[in-house]
């Protein structure tokens, strides 16, 4: 069935490295991908999105890369900080708001300072 | 002035009981949500709205009836409140626009059943 998983649960970095997240997706019908961000008590927050036709998206500090060959998902924060600290969702839809959005189960980021 | 907003954000019930959550989002956006997060983080969809006719349900019980009364309204009614309905409730919303279609969420109502 479909699924969206990610590597690593936990993910522990020191201030002002580079970090990587990963996540592997099944459904190769899929069409639209989607990082969230998720403070502690509040709802997951959208950091940067990429759309099949696309391998790299940048935006302020994060990068996503997308692997179709091998259905793989990644986000890339760098210099990160102590505010980058959350639980981190990759998602995956077929691109219209009438397809379900699938989350991945999530990787938790701590920045050491 | 908050986009997607949530009451309340805490429930505390007894087992049993009836129970509502009301979601009110001011994007303008035609498509509302709610997800379930479980202890362990994991988000799974419940039901989609997109111009308050329902477009999405997935494998939820029939205690749960979400309710939309115009595009802006999401509210989700829960009867017979069992111990495993204990969960974060999320309302959501997007854009019912192609390449618009990221989620904007609310900040979550964390749900206890005793």
């Known amino acids: 069935g479909e699924s969206v998983g990610l590597h690593l649960p936990t993910l522990s970095v020191q201030e002002g490295d580079n970090s990587i997240i990963n996540c592997a997706y099944s459904?190769?019908?899929?069409?639209?991908f989607i990082w969230y961000k998720q403070e502690s008590g509040k709802g997951p927050q959208f950091i940067i999105d990429i759309r099949s036709n696309m391998d790299k998206r940048q935006g302020q500090r994060v990068t996503v890369l997308l692997n179709k060959t091998v259905k793989h998902l990644s986000l890339q924060i760098a210099a990160t900080q102590p505010g980058d600290s959350a639980v981190y969702f990759c998602?995956?839809?077929?691109?219209?708001?009438?397809?379900?959005?699938?989350f991945g189960p999530g990787t938790s980021l701590s920045v050491i300072p | 002035d908050t986009a997607v907003s949530q009451t309340p954000k805490y429930l505390v019930t007894q087992m049993g009981n009836d129970k509502s959550i009301k979601c009110e989002q001011n994007l303008g956006h035609d498509t509302m949500y709610w997800y379930k997060q479980d202890s362990k983080k994991f988000l799974k969809i419940m039901f989609s709205?997109?111009?308050?006719?329902?477009?999405i349900n997935e494998t939820v019980p029939n205690r749960f009836s979400p309710k939309s009364p115009d595009k802006a309204h999401l509210n989700l009614h829960i009867n017979s409140l069992e111990l495993g309905d204990s969960a974060v409730y999320f309302c959501a919303s997007s854009p019912d626009r192609a390449g618009e279609e990221k989620l904007f969420f609310g900040s979550g109502t964390q749900l206890s059943v005793l």
């Open positions: 459904n190769s019908a899929s069409d639209y």
């Open positions: 998602a995956e839809t077929g691109g219209t708001s009438y397809d379900k959005v699938i």
């Open positions: 709205y997109n111009n308050k006719e329902l477009i």
